[in-house]
């Protein structure tokens, strides 16, 4: 069917829409709950719990099976309930980049879903639209287009007749036509989506966890199976041993740890929550812990992503104007009086289509093109309000703005009937002699100072205007652009976020390095990066322009020195990363979507656990394929959200860092409760391995090394995973990302702690064996109190009233400890006798160098914090 102004019939309409589809981006189908099940079965340690589980039924200790089956569940569970959660809040979080379009069918402008335009569809654009779909200008007027979600820009970008506009872009100007030819997956927005097929790779903290399981797995049946050989060795019967060494490999295994792993995480998730970010996947909490690179997007994610005067120049003076967004609120900051730029804030308020409006949330808000929205804000400033300036200086003709003049002009009558002509735009269009009538020194001038802010990453508008007796003709396009007086430039910048510069600090102080990586100038990506603290006032900027396909281009050669001329860097980190180049630079400007990709990739493939933060379209890809991504939920759109692991709902980059300390925390706990889980496994092995050494046939019964393993694994290790956070953790550097979860000095601790355990509970048995008393009792309590002693010593504030649930867990470990030596019904069970009280007292005191040994361990563990400087 041939276009016309008449758009499409309902009915053709309809059949393309059967054909082609809806305009909705590529969407994964939901998980099934089976899948998510066995994607939670399928944990290293879930698979041990499991063999656990056939162990302890073939011993015929159903109660311990129970237990362990009962971790395994609620494990799943709230792994399962956690992301089907998430994937929820995600989705009523969402809104999709154009919910209603207006197109024109059978003749006349309706409303449609914008999920129903087709290809052929004739838009109608008007200010604040989204753009529904790929589409070519057919007609315009002072079209201005904000791309920032799509190429990563700041500035909207005009568009005339035979352009192209994208979906999810937004006019911020004008009104126009455009005939669609790109739909759905069809569209530059699903281009980018088929770049998210794959995701990332496991975890940090589940490529750790399953190196964990493995060599426990295998120490731990080598250690069983030889204290079952010495024991048949020594006569002992082998169903006997049979069974011991099967309860030694239950005993040993920490089965607690994917149920402390689960409980910390979702604790971290849950505190997440309460700091407005939606967690996806429950790893991505630790995942933020191990980070040691974050790549950050500019506009909407560092910056605020609205325009703001921040520099005021006249031929006479100059100043810096505070505030932010688009609120009166500000002042001039310098020693020129207000009145110096009067005129200058008046031309710019009147040659000037944009509106603030003042909504429902008490914020100020632009309607037009944010640029000019500034100049308002500016002017506000100033006092001058823009509705009395119109009545007092109506316009009467104008020239609007377009990318080929690069400047707007208007006409506005003057009291006694004179007219006067206002003129702004690029500085390289106005100051010209044959714009202005100052003369050539005065326009050098200002050409010298326009170009200091551009370097310094502002965008700088130049002010001209003339008073005339009259205009030559009565049309805009007769407005005349020359004789004109310069009033002064305007530098305008997308400010940083309130909480920008903090969280990089905060970074930086946790050892981690900030990245930026934007689609924006590199003059702005210099400037907000140096205002940020991410790079020195003298760093570089490599501009991605300069790179093709990983080669620097012929145009930017390299210097004798083997330096790129382009970025000042050495060839290898001058280029971008391909087949796992390693990139050191810290910022990159003019990126496009695949390069933030390949960007990420390199820096994953040289090692780095990488965050990505951002909120447009050509974030997404980069998003899904960091270590973790994180979206901005509010002016983030729908193709971040959905690639991202952690979704920020209120935008604030601070709760990025709060997640850095969950993760941190997470991890530190994880540790903690290895020290304690597997010193207490360590000694139980050692103490069956070395008793007989000590005339001590079979030191402990199968049951009663399950019963100390129920109480001291069960929910006293799980409350380890609630413990508050170290307060110098975030002083410390993250984590090697090579280093096991057991590195850093663990297998040390280990160690360390299972020795003093052991030598008590043997000491003890011994002891009681040589002074006539109940030896097997006394080792199966003075073990278990001792292991509990060591919880508590574990405890990252001692002293304090953070986490009781531990206290409590302890506490009642103990008391079923003792139930096991007076209870007649455990005692049968157990195979043990009641202690005299003199010899449980005598125990009790032993018990305590359990809590001695960690306390110590942990004085002499004790990690420093280094000082980290503010450059990095």
Same mark, same amino acid.
């Given at each position: 069917?041939?276009?016309?102004?008449?758009?499409?019939?309902?009915?053709?309409?309809?059949?393309?829409?059967?054909?082609?589809?809806?305009?909705?981006?590529?969407?994964?189908?939901?998980?099934?709950?089976?899948?998510?099940?066995?994607?939670?079965?399928?944990?290293?340690?879930?698979?041990?719990?499991?063999?656990?589980?056939?162990?302890?039924?073939?011993?015929?200790?159903?109660?311990?099976?129970?237990?362990?089956?009962?971790?395994?569940?609620?494990?799943?569970?709230?792994?399962?309930?956690?992301?089907?959660?998430?994937?929820?809040?995600?989705?009523?979080?969402?809104?999709?980049?154009?919910?209603?379009?207006?197109?024109?069918?059978?003749?006349?402008?309706?409303?449609?879903?914008?999920?129903?335009?087709?290809?052929?569809?004739?838009?109608?654009?008007?200010?604040?639209?989204?753009?529904?779909?790929?589409?070519?200008?057919?007609?315009?007027?002072?079209?201005?287009?904000?791309?920032?979600?799509?190429?990563?820009?700041?500035?909207?970008?005009?568009?005339?007749?035979?352009?192209?506009?994208?979906?999810?872009?937004?006019?911020?100007?004008?009104?126009?036509?455009?005939?669609?030819?790109?739909?759905?997956?069809?569209?530059?927005?699903?281009?980018?989506?088929?770049?998210?097929?794959?995701?990332?790779?496991?975890?940090?903290?589940?490529?750790?966890?399953?190196?964990?399981?493995?060599?426990?797995?295998?120490?731990?049946?080598?250690?069983?199976?030889?204290?079952?050989?010495?024991?048949?060795?020594?006569?002992?019967?082998?169903?006997?041993?049979?069974?011991?060494?099967?309860?030694?490999?239950?005993?040993?295994?920490?089965?607690?740890?994917?149920?402390?792993?689960?409980?910390?995480?979702?604790?971290?998730?849950?505190?997440?929550?309460?700091?407005?970010?939606?967690?996806?996947?429950?790893?991505?909490?630790?995942?933020?812990?191990?980070?040691?690179?974050?790549?950050?997007?500019?506009?909407?994610?560092?910056?605020?992503?609205?325009?703001?005067?921040?520099?005021?120049?006249?031929?006479?003076?100059?100043?810096?104007?505070?505030?932010?967004?688009?609120?009166?609120?500000?002042?001039?900051?310098?020693?020129?009086?207000?009145?110096?730029?009067?005129?200058?804030?008046?031309?710019?308020?009147?040659?000037?289509?944009?509106?603030?409006?003042?909504?429902?949330?008490?914020?100020?808000?632009?309607?037009?093109?944010?640029?000019?929205?500034?100049?308002?804000?500016?002017?506000?400033?100033?006092?001058?309000?823009?509705?009395?300036?119109?009545?007092?200086?109506?316009?009467?003709?104008?020239?609007?703005?377009?990318?080929?003049?690069?400047?707007?002009?208007?006409?506005?009558?003057?009291?006694?009937?004179?007219?006067?002509?206002?003129?702004?735009?690029?500085?390289?269009?106005?100051?010209?002699?044959?714009?202005?009538?100052?003369?050539?020194?005065?326009?050098?001038?200002?050409?010298?100072?326009?170009?200091?802010?551009?370097?310094?990453?502002?965008?700088?508008?130049?002010?001209?205007?003339?008073?005339?007796?009259?205009?030559?003709?009565?049309?805009?396009?007769?407005?005349?652009?020359?004789?004109?007086?310069?009033?002064?430039?305007?530098?305008?910048?997308?400010?940083?976020?309130?909480?920008?510069?903090?969280?990089?600090?905060?970074?930086?102080?946790?050892?981690?390095?900030?990245?930026?990586?934007?689609?924006?100038?590199?003059?702005?990506?210099?400037?907000?990066?140096?205002?940020?603290?991410?790079?020195?006032?003298?760093?570089?900027?490599?501009?991605?322009?300069?790179?093709?396909?990983?080669?620097?281009?012929?145009?930017?050669?390299?210097?004798?020195?083997?330096?790129?001329?382009?970025?000042?860097?050495?060839?290898?980190?001058?280029?971008?990363?391909?087949?796992?180049?390693?990139?050191?630079?810290?910022?990159?400007?003019?990126?496009?979507?695949?390069?933030?990709?390949?960007?990420?990739?390199?820096?994953?493939?040289?090692?780095?656990?990488?965050?990505?933060?951002?909120?447009?379209?050509?974030?997404?890809?980069?998003?899904?394929?960091?270590?973790?991504?994180?979206?901005?939920?509010?002016?983030?759109?729908?193709?971040?959200?959905?690639?991202?692991?952690?979704?920020?709902?209120?935008?604030?980059?601070?709760?990025?860092?709060?997640?850095?300390?969950?993760?941190?925390?997470?991890?530190?706990?994880?540790?903690?409760?290895?020290?304690?889980?597997?010193?207490?496994?360590?000694?139980?092995? =050692?103490?069956? $391995?070395?008793?007989? %050494?000590? #005339? +001590?046939?079979? @030191? /402990? &019964?199968?049951?009663?090394?399950?019963? *100390?393993?129920?109480?001291?694994?069960?929910?006293?290790?799980?409350?380890?995973?609630?413990?508050?956070?170290?307060?110098?953790?975030?002083?410390?550097?993250?984590?090697?990302?090579?280093?096991?979860?057991?590195?850093?000095?663990?297998?040390?601790?280990?160690?360390?702690?299972?020795?003093?355990?052991?030598?008590?509970?043997?000491?003890?048995?011994?002891?009681?064996?040589?002074?006539?008393?109940?030896?097997?009792?006394?080792?199966?309590?003075?073990?278990?109190?001792?292991?509990?002693?060591?919880?508590?010593?574990?405890?990252?504030?001692?002293?304090?009233?953070?986490?009781?649930?531990?206290?409590?867990?302890? =506490?009642?470990? $103990?008391?079923?400890? %003792?139930? #096991? +030596?007076?209870? @007649? /019904? &455990?005692?049968?069970?157990?195979?043990? *006798?009641?202690?005299?009280?003199?010899?449980?007292?005598?125990?009790?005191?032993?018990?305590?160098?359990?809590?001695?040994?960690?306390?110590?361990?942990?004085?002499?563990?004790?990690?420093?914090?280094?000082?980290?400087?503010?450059?990095?």
């Amino acid at each position: 069917m041939v276009m016309s102004r008449f758009g499409l019939s309902s009915a053709e309409a309809a059949k393309r829409l059967e054909r082609d589809g809806r305009n909705l981006l590529p969407a994964k189908p939901p998980l099934p709950l089976w899948r998510r099940m066995a994607g939670q079965l399928r944990d290293p340690l879930i698979v041990v719990l499991l063999v656990a589980a056939v162990l302890t039924a073939v011993t015929g200790d159903w109660t311990d099976m129970v237990v362990i089956l009962l971790v395994i569940v609620v494990n799943t569970t709230v792994g399962v309930v956690q992301e089907v959660r998430a994937d929820r809040a995600i989705t009523a979080l969402s809104a999709l980049t154009a919910p209603a379009a207006r197109v024109v069918r059978d003749g006349a402008q309706q409303e449609v879903p914008a999920a129903e335009v087709v290809r052929g569809d004739l838009l109608v654009l008007a200010e604040g639209d989204i753009v529904p779909a790929d589409a070519r200008v057919e007609a315009a007027a002072a079209l201005l287009v904000d791309e920032s979600a799509l190429t990563g820009e700041s500035v909207p970008v005009d568009k005339n007749p035979g352009d192209e506009v994208a979906s999810g872009t937004v006019v911020v100007r004008g009104r126009g036509r455009a005939e669609v030819y790109a739909t759905g997956a069809a569209g530059a927005a699903g281009r980018i989506a088929a770049l998210m097929t794959t995701g990332s790779a496991i975890t940090p903290l589940q490529r750790r966890l399953v190196g964990v399981g493995r060599l426990l797995a295998g120490v731990t049946v080598f250690l069983c199976v030889v204290v079952g050989a010495l024991g048949l060795l020594r006569g002992q019967p082998a169903e006997l041993m049979v069974v011991t060494a099967i309860s030694l490999v239950v005993a040993a295994v920490p089965e607690s740890l994917p149920a402390v792993v689960t409980l910390s995480l979702a604790l971290g998730a849950r505190r997440m929550a309460a700091r407005r970010a939606l967690v996806r996947r429950l790893h991505a909490v630790e995942t933020l812990g191990s980070v040691t690179v974050l790549a950050t997007d500019k506009t909407g994610t560092l910056t605020e992503g609205e325009m703001v005067v921040r520099r005021l120049w006249t031929p006479a003076a100059q100043a810096a104007l505070t505030g932010s967004g688009y609120g009166p609120e500000g002042r001039l900051d310098g020693d020129a009086p207000a009145e110096a730029f009067a005129g200058l804030l008046t031309a710019a308020a009147l040659c000037n289509d944009a509106r603030l409006l003042y909504g429902e949330g008490k914020e100020w808000r632009a309607l037009g093109d944010p640029t000019e929205a500034a100049l308002l804000a500016a002017a506000a400033k100033l006092g001058l309000d823009r509705h009395d300036l119109n009545i007092r200086l109506p316009r009467l003709a104008e020239r609007p703005f377009d990318s080929v003049r690069k400047r707007m002009s208007t006409v506005h009558r003057l009291p006694g009937g004179r007219v006067r002509v206002i003129c702004k735009g690029a500085p390289e269009v106005l100051l010209r002699d044959q714009v202005l009538a100052d003369g050539p020194a005065l326009s050098a001038r200002a050409a010298a100072e326009a170009e200091r802010l551009a370097d310094a990453g502002y965008r700088v508008l130049a002010v001209a205007q003339a008073d005339l007796a009259r205009l030559p003709e009565d049309t805009p396009e007769a407005v005349p652009e020359t004789g004109l007086r310069l009033l002064g430039l305007i530098a305008i910048l997308d400010p940083p976020r309130a909480a920008a510069s903090g969280a990089v600090a905060a970074c930086r102080g946790a050892g981690i390095r900030p990245v930026l990586i934007t689609g924006d100038h590199p003059g702005t990506a210099r400037a907000i990066a140096i205002e940020l603290g991410i790079i020195p006032p003298e760093g570089e900027v490599v501009d991605c322009r300069d790179v093709l396909h990983g080669q620097a281009r012929s145009t930017d050669p390299v210097a004798e020195s083997g330096r790129c001329a382009a970025t000042g860097l050495a060839p290898e980190s001058a280029v971008l990363p391909v087949a796992g180049l390693t990139v050191t630079a810290a910022v990159y400007a003019r990126a496009t979507p695949e390069q933030k990709l390949a960007l990420i990739e390199g820096m994953r493939a040289g090692g780095e656990v990488v965050a990505m933060t951002g909120d447009g379209v050509n974030d997404g890809p980069a998003l899904l394929h960091a270590d973790i991504g994180v979206a901005m939920g509010g002016r983030g759109t729908e193709v971040a959200r959905q690639a991202a692991d952690l979704v920020l709902a209120d935008d604030d980059l601070d709760t990025v860092v709060a997640a850095v300390e969950e993760g941190r925390r997470v991890y530190a706990n994880i540790r903690r409760f290895l020290v304690y889980a597997l010193s207490g496994g360590a000694t139980e092995i =050692a103490v069956m $391995l070395f008793g007989p %050494l000590f #005339g +001590l046939a079979l @030191p /402990l &019964l199968p049951a009663q090394i399950l019963w *100390v393993n129920l109480l001291t694994h069960g929910l006293p290790g799980v409350a380890l995973g609630g413990e508050p956070a170290d307060p110098a953790e975030m002083r410390r550097p993250p984590r090697p990302p090579g280093q096991s979860i057991l590195g850093g000095g663990l297998w040390q601790r280990v160690i360390r702690i299972a020795i003093v355990l052991t030598a008590v509970t043997l000491g003890v048995a011994v002891w009681a064996l040589y002074t006539g008393r109940p030896w097997q009792s006394m080792a199966f309590f003075a073990l278990g109190a001792a292991q509990l002693g060591v919880a508590v010593g574990s405890r990252a504030r001692p002293g304090t009233r953070a986490n009781p649930a531990l206290l409590l867990a302890v =506490a009642g470990a $103990l008391l079923l400890q %003792l139930a #096991g +030596l007076y209870v @007649p /019904l &455990l005692r049968d069970l157990l195979g043990t *006798v009641p202690l005299s009280a003199g010899d449980l007292l005598i125990v009790a005191v032993l018990s305590v160098l359990g809590y001695a040994a960690a306390r110590l361990d942990r004085v002499l563990h004790q990690e420093p914090v280094p000082v980290i400087s503010e450059a990095g």
